[in-house]
T-cell receptor
Framework: GAGVSQSPSNKVTEKGKDVELRCDPI?????LYWYRQSLGQGLEFLIY????????KSGLPSDRFSAERTGGSVSTLTIQRTQQEDSAVYLC?????????????FGSGTRLTVV | QQQVKQSPQSLIVQKGGISIINCAYE??????FPWYQQFPGKGPALLIA?????SEKKEGRFTISFNKSAKQFSLHIMDSQPGDSATYFC???????????????FGRGTQLTVWP
């Protein structure tokens, strides 16, 4: 597609439920990133996939968070047993393997609200 | 530990004025410094970026000034317009093998308001 697509755009869930957030990167982009943005805060790094390399999971805040990228394309971020502090906008971005001309391209994010 | 420190947190500028946002970093391995612009309800969008081999880069009304020895870089918005009202993030990264963009470390953002 023309841009990074994220779904759903909004998600309200009850505390303790599991949620899955989806990201469709730009076709041909080999790198994919997940960031989290809390209200009024900056962008908190979660996880980074680069081609066939092992993902950099160093930003995942707890073992309730996991992500996978299937076939080098679509990625799913899963949050198990959601907590109220997980409420945030989850942003996905993708980039080309080479060159910095376009940097990251971000999706519009999924706004997650845990009630 | 905040890898990139950004200031001010908020900025109010009159239309036609100059907006200046500053960032500082510690990791001398960083060699790519982009600025992102974010409007409410949207993801950040790349505005302009610089590599450390130049001290300044200009694109239209937007200029990045880079001071390698001080480990600082700044965004200047000339002739600021109400449409520039947004949140601006600086970031830094290390290029992998000189060509692959690695993880970006972001500043906390600056909320810019331009009054008409």
């Amino acid at each position: 597609g023309a841009g990074v697509s994220q779904s759903p755009s909004n998600k309200v869930t009850e505390k303790g439920k599991d949620v899955e957030l989806r990201c469709d990167p730009i076709s041909g982009h080999t790198a994919l990133y997940w960031y989290r943005q809390s209200l009024g805060q900056g962008l908190e790094f979660l996880i980074y996939f680069q081609g066939n390399s092992a993902p950099d999971k160093s930003g995942l805040p707890s073992d309730r968070f996991s992500a996978e990228r299937t076939g080098g394309s679509v990625s799913t971020l899963t949050i198990q047993r959601t907590q109220q502090e997980d409420s945030a906008v989850y942003l996905c971005a993708s980039s080309l393997d080479s060159g910095t001309g376009n940097g990251y391209t971000f999706g519009s994010g999924t706004r997650l609200t845990v009630v | 530990q905040q890898q990139v420190k950004q200031s001010p947190q908020s900025l109010i500028v009159q239309k036609g004025g100059i907006s200046i946002i500053n960032c500082a970093y510690e990791n001398t391995a960083f060699d790519y410094f982009p600025w992102y612009q974010q409007f409410p309800g949207k993801g950040p969008a790349l505005l302009i970026a610089i590599r450390p081999d130049v001290s300044e880069k200009k694109e239209g009304r937007f200029t990045i000034s880079f001071n390698k020895s001080a480990k600082q870089f700044s965004l200047h918005i000339m002739d600021s317009q109400p449409g520039d009202s947004a949140t601006y993030f600086c970031a830094a990264s290390t290029m992998i093998r000189g060509s692959t963009l690695g993880r970006l470390y972001f500043g906390r953002g600056t909320q810019l308001t331009v009054w008409p």
